[in-house]
């Protein structure tokens, strides 16, 4: 499953993107964690309970705060 979209909050582990809960592998988190207003790509697994299971989340955009 491949999906792309803002993240609109952290949660540890977890990270809403486009209205799914993204699940960070331990793998994809040691890449740095992601925080609000960034824009990815996350491709993964679905689950069961409808969240997706990150195997390779790549930021596309950045807030212009952390850009500057």
Known sequence: MAL?????AVIPGCYPVD???V???PEADAE???SVGIYATVTGIARPDG????E???VLR????ERE
């Open 4 to 8: 792309e979209g803002w993240t609109t």
């Open 51 to 54: 969240s997706v299971e990150a």
């Open 23 to 25: 699940h960070a592998t």
């Open 32 to 34: 740095g964690q992601l």
């Open 19 to 21: 209205s799914h809960r």
């Open 62 to 65: 950045r807030p212009r705060a």
């Open 56 to 58: 390779a989340p790549e």
